[in-house]
């Protein structure tokens, strides 16, 4: 979804379910992806990261996904834990430096 | 140490002082970027360094903000005359490419 100033979407899952974060890009230039987490007060985290060359990247419990035609980059996280709750961000890189999209934050029901 | 370090991580100033951050990036990353975040907001690119050169500056980055990379390792930003819309997260992140790793930032208040 799209937010509107402060309010970031939000997606509340239940520990253990999977998640699915989706973000739009917009440049279509860009030739590298990048995830991040963030928590409160802390800098971006790097999760994990996908060239424009592949359209599927797996790491542990996450797994990136990039459709070009539609310019929609996603990020699944499995059998989610506390430790995910965050905010989290998808970034572009068409040159040297990286911008980013709307946040969402996730929320984790124990 | 080997991450991306930034001092101070809290700085609360007076509306018109000056501040100074500092940002050491990893060892041997030859590009450093600087971004600010507010609240709710993912972060702005403001401006990045490869080695000592400032490649590229954001429209955001107003004549009151400077930033250096003198010997193409740490690097300072500076803003002067500080104004309560400066108030913000200041990260700082290096890559070597193409990862960008980010620090723990600056937290800025301006009263």
């Known amino acids: 979804g799209e937010s509107v100033g402060l309010h970031l979407p939000t997606l509340s899952v239940q520990e253990g379910d999977n998640s699915i974060i989706n973000c739009a890009y917009s440049?279509?230039?860009?030739?590298?992806f990048i995830w991040y987490k963030q928590e409160s007060g802390k800098g971006p985290q790097f999760i994990i990261d996908?060239?424009?060359?592949?359209d599927k990247r797996q790491g542990q419990r996450v797994t990136v996904l990039l459709n070009k035609t539609v310019k929609h980059l996603s990020l699944q996280i499995a059998a989610t834990q506390p430790g995910d709750s965050a905010v989290y961000f998808c970034?572009?890189?068409?040159?040297?430096?990286?911008?980013f999209g709307t946040g969402t934050r996730l929320t984790i029901i124990p | 140490d080997t991450g991306v370090s930034q001092d101070p991580r809290h700085k609360i100033t007076k509306r018109g002082q000056n501040v100074t951050f500092r940002c050491d990036p990893i060892?041997?990353?030859?590009?450093l970027y600087w971004y600010r975040q507010t609240l709710g907001q993912g972060p702005e690119f403001l401006t990045y360094?490869?080695?000592?050169?400032?490649?590229?500056k954001s429209r955001l980055l107003s004549d009151r903000f400077s930033a250096e990379r003198p010997k193409g390792s740490f690097s300072t930003l500076e803003i002067q005359r500080t104004e309560q819309g400066d108030s913000a997260m200041y990260l700082c992140?290096?890559?070597?490419?193409?990862?960008?790793?980010f620090g723990q930032g600056t937290r800025l208040t301006v009263v």
């Open positions: 992140a290096s890559s070597e490419s193409p990862e960008a790793f």
């Open positions: 440049n279509s230039a860009s030739d590298y």
């Open positions: 996908i060239r424009s060359n592949m």
């Open positions: 970034a572009e890189k068409p040159h040297e430096k990286l911008t």
């Open positions: 060892s041997e990353h030859n590009r």
């Open positions: 360094f490869q080695n000592e050169a400032q490649l590229e």
